[in-house]
Structures are given as C-alpha cells and as structure tokens.
C-alpha cells in the first residue's frame, strides 16, 4: 500500500521515553530518506509545560543520543524539526481537546493518526474525547501499545471502548518485533522459497525454541513492570506473535486478513493449560544480585519502585503444543528473561536426525537447526554436517550464514520505522486483531491463574545466568536442550 504525502501524526505521551527514544528517531530518519515530506506534520501532546520551541529542545536533547553519528546531519535534523509541533494537553479533559481541533482544523482530508503512547487506562478516556471533539474522521488511525490490558476481561473493556469510536480497519494494536527485519524475513523465508516449505512439519522438525533474554532489568519502570511481569509484557504478545508466523498455514496471499485469519488458528490451535500443566510445563523466575558483564547489579526486590514482597517474575520459561496436523507432538519451548548472561533474540528450529547415521561424528542429534536471530545482530545461519579436509571420511558441523548486515549494504530500517509507514499507508499486515489478542489473552489467563492459586514464590536465578535451573529441567526432561550459544 502506497504510504500518503500527507499526514498529521499526533503522539499523546509526546515526551514520553517510547516517544523521544524510539519513534521520532524513527520519523527522522524517515523523514530524512523520503524524496517528498511537504504534507508531513508531527504533533507531540503531553500534560508537560512547553511550548513547541522548549519540546523541540527536549527532542534534540534526548533523540540525539540514538541516532548514529553516521545517520545524522545538521540540514536533515532541522528540516526533520519543521516538521513538529507540540501541545500542552492532558488527555483526560475534554476542554484540553480544543487546541488539537484548532489545529487540525484545515486537515480534514490527511491521513490522521493518533498514537497512544501512554497506559492502556487512559486509551477510552482519549478516544472518547477525541470523538467529542469532531476529531475522527475516515482517514484516521488510532496505534495502540502493548500490553493491552492485564487478562482478557480488561482487554475486552480496553477493546469495547476504542471499538465504539473507530472501526477495526481504524486500529492498529502494535507489537514493535514484528516490524523488525529478520522477522519480515521469515516471512520470506517460508513463502517464497520452495525448500523449506516439505521440511517445515512436525516429520522433520524435532523441536522448536524461541528464546528473548534481556541483559537490562526493569530500568526505572519498576512500578509498571511489576504490575505485569514478564508472562503478559513479553509472552502475551512478542512470543506468542513469532509462534504464530512460524507455525501458520500459508495464506492464499499477502492482503493483512488473510496473513492475520492463519495467525489466529494458530492461537486456537494451542494446548489449553491445566493446573497441573502449569506445575509441570512452565518456570517463573525471579532475579537475585549478580553481575552483567562483569558490572555488579541488584537483584529485582532491591530495584527502584519494587516491593520487597513482590511475586512478579522476571523469567518464564514454558512447553507449547500445537494440537494441529502439522505441529501435532512437536514442543514449542518459549523462554524470555531479564537480566539474563546475553542480550539475544533468536528462533531455533531443531531438525530431526538421519535415521541411520553411517559416518564419524554423524551421530549428534543437534547437528541440522535453523537459527534466525531477532538481535541484536540480525540474520539467518542454517547448520548443517560437512567433511573435515584430510583422509578421513569424518563430518563435523558447520553453518552457513546470511548476515544481513554485510548481505544488504543499506541501513536497515528500525522496527518502529517501519510499522509507523505501515500505519501512515493503512497496512493492518504487522498488527494484531481483536480475535487475535483475545484468543491470546484466553490462552495466557489460566497460567498466571494457576500461578496466583499455587501461592509459590518465583524461582530465584543470579543476574547473568541464563535463569532458574527449572528451565533447564523443563527441556531436558524431553532430553532436550536450549541453544545457549553467541
């Protein structure tokens, strides 16, 4: 879908860490490598005292610090700047509202996009005053952030709300990793190549694991993240989402609804958790003192705006089934941390060995896997046995790798440059709907339940390990084991 000339794209949280860090820096470069940016217009709006001359202060101060020094030059960033205004709004009062109106006043035929860069409580209380207002018009958009909501009955509230004043076309609920580029990959990776496709079956896949470790802890978002914990900030939506493009049907084409309708009997598909599935399939845990890098950090209950009671986990690892034809007795192991030994997203498909293995060094079971790494250096490594030079007929692993960095010498865009552009040009393809993330949330629900009925502490793991030892157990019982290495 071709992206409009023209737009008005107004951030509420416009001076909020998501906006400074991650999405102007994303509109600038953008902005910066785009042939015609006459029509743009970018409104931050926050409750925040400032004028647009003291926001674009704030801006150039804090999105400085990422942006490489390569991808900066003085005339892009003031053209960028001309760009932007501010208004001092606080989105809960309806009077605030008519400054906005007054300003998109002659703009009713652009593009209009509000993003919600603030907590999922306030999103009814802005869409209603934005309805009030006269503010939405065909053309416009409304991008909500994750998580929504706590389970699935706030989500549903969250979703009744927004679902009164724009219609499901109008809303783009945004999961930033699927705007990243190895995951656009693997959607090229399965549907334009022919050779993976009669391997992609639970015949030839023995195993797959999706790992999202972190190395930073919760970074003076205390009191957000343990009100949600690791279970609904990275499971709920960032893993379930990459299970989903791993293990969809292919759809009959690229339109959004199609992609998303295959997305979503995935999500059907998934086991249900019992109680005792919960005791025996999954692991929270909870991070002690330890060191990263070799720098000394302080455990979770120590950290800023954390209760020294709090049960809230920082890891989860988990066994997902698929009860479908194609992935029928094939694990699907999940597992996501703070403060964990690396900083690494990646997808591991492990392949089944030969049946009868003939040569030396043939007789590891973890020799054919297909790695595709998230981050934090993007790209695609399939595993594979070959024969070590010299008289010997002896084979030993070897990789052959798809860097993306050296492969495409031109910037990669940034997720959120991306999924932006795709808001901007009404392209629903990389955000999720409303079946999608209730079918989630009925999925996740009864493993935290049973969590809060067990009454267990979190297992506790040394900041820099790869997490509890549990995790370990829950894949080696399968006599199995996580892909730990850089």
């Keep these: 879908m071709a992206q409009p000339q023209s737009f008005d794209l107004i951030f509420f949280g416009g001076t909020g860490d998501l906006a400074l860090r ?80 007054a300003l998109l006043t002659d703009s009713t035929d652009r593009v209009r996009v509000f993003y919600l860069s603030t907590a999922a409580s306030l999103f009814a209380s802005i869409c209603g005053n934005l309805a009030q207002a006269g503010l939405v018009t065909p053309l416009s958009r409304v991008v909500l952030e994750k998580p929504l909501g706590l389970d699935l009955q706030s989500a549903t509230q969250i979703n009744e709300s927004v679902g009164a004043i724009f219609e499901e076309r109008q809303i783009f609920r945004i999961d930033h990793y699927l705007g990243k ?21 639970r015949a030839s896949v023995r195993d797959v694991q999706i790992t999202l470790a972190e190395q930073v802890g919760v970074e003076g978002r205390g009191g957000y993240y343990d009100h949600y914990g690791a279970l609904r900030d990275m499971v709920q939506n960032h893993a379930l989402q990459l299970l989903c493009i791993l293990a ?25 958790f019992t109680p005792d599935d919960v005791r025996s399939r999954t692991v929270r845990g909870q991070y002690r003192a330890g060191a990263i890098d070799g720098k000394a950090v302080v455990g979770y209950l120590e950290e800023e705006g954390i209760p020294e009671s709090s049960t809230t986990e920082t890891f989860v690892a988990l066994r997902a089934n698929l009860d479908n034809w194609r992935w029928a007795r094939v694990p699907f192991y999940i597992r996501t941390g703070k403060r964990m030994q690396d900083r690494v997203s990646e997808i591991v498909i492990n392949f089944r060995a030969v049946p009868h293995a003939i040569l030396p060094g043939n007789d590891n079971d973890d020799v054919n896997r297909l790695v595709i790494r998230l981050q934090p250096d993007e790209g695609i490594k399939l595993f594979v046995l070959a024969k070590v030079p010299g008289a010997d007929m002896r084979v030993r692993p070897v990789h052959l790798n798809l860097d993306f960095g050296q492969t495409f010498k031109a910037r990669q865009w940034d997720a959120y440059e991306r999924l932006l552009m795709d808001v901007i040009g009404g392209n629903l393809t990389l955000f999720m709907r409303r079946d999608e993330l209730d079918a989630a949330w009925r999925w996740i629900d009864p493993i935290h339940a049973a969590w809060a009925a067990q009454a267990e502490a979190p297992r506790p793991y040394t900041a820099g390990t790869w997490g509890p030892t549990a995790s370990s157990a829950l894949i080696v019982r399968d006599g199995l084991s996580w892909r730990e290495e850089s």
Aim: glycine share 4%.
């Design 22 to 101: 991650k999405l102007l820096p994303a509109l600038y470069h953008r902005h910066r490598d785009s042939k015609d940016t006459s029509g743009w217009r970018i409104i931050g709006v926050s409750r925040q005292a400032l004028d647009t001359a003291g926001y674009l202060q704030l801006v150039d101060s804090s999105c400085r610090e990422f942006i490489a020094d390569k991808d900066y030059d003085e005339a892009s960033w003031q053209a960028f700047a001309r760009c932007v205004e501010y208004l001092q709004i606080d989105g809960t009062q309806a009077a605030d509202y008519s400054k906005l109106s």
């Design 248 to 272: 969809m049907e292919p759809p009959s084409n690229n339109n959004p609804d199609e992609i998303r309708d295959e997305k979503l009997k995935v999500l059907r598909a998934l086991r249900p």
């Design 181 to 201: 580029e190895t995951v656009q990959n693997l959607i090229a990776l399965r549907f334009a190549n022919s050779i993976f496709e009669p391997l992609w079956h």
